[in-house]
């Protein structure tokens, strides 16, 4: 079992920046792609970028140059440091933890609010 808790979200202007963090406890966190997701109202839930646990990090093309996801395995805490914020950026984002083998192994943050407006 793993549990994640993410942090660092608010209210930012457009055109801002935050860093989200999510921290995880329970389980080894090395056997885990970390990545994270978005929710805005009435859409689904849409992924945005994951730090493979061999150090990889893949980006959804809307976010490509402007959000950046790392993870400290030290700290057992994987960030997303987001740039030039846009009103559509406006959603609750949600922490993950993917198990690299077992796939029944997947577990979610209660999400943080972002919200990007003047």
């Excluded at 209660?110 to 407006?117: C, D, E, K, N, Y």
Aim: hydrophobic share 35%.
């Amino acid at each position: 079992q793993v549990q994640l808790v993410e942090s660092g979200g608010g209210l930012v202007q457009p055109g801002g920046s935050l860093r989200l963090s999510c921290a995880a406890s329970g389980s080894i966190f090395n056997n885990y792609h970390m990545g994270w997701y978005r929710q805005a109202p009435g859409k689904q839930r849409e992924w945005i970028a994951t730090a493979t646990r061999d150090g990889a990090a893949n980006y959804v093309d809307l976010v490509k140059g402007r959000f950046t996801i790392s993870r400290d395995n030290a700290k057992n805490t994987v960030y997303l440091q987001m740039k030039s914020l846009e009103p559509e950026d406006t959603a609750v984002y949600y922490c993950n933890a993917k198990h690299w083998f077992i796939s029944s192994r997947n577990y979610w943050g209660q999400g943080t609010q972002v919200t990007v407006s003047s």
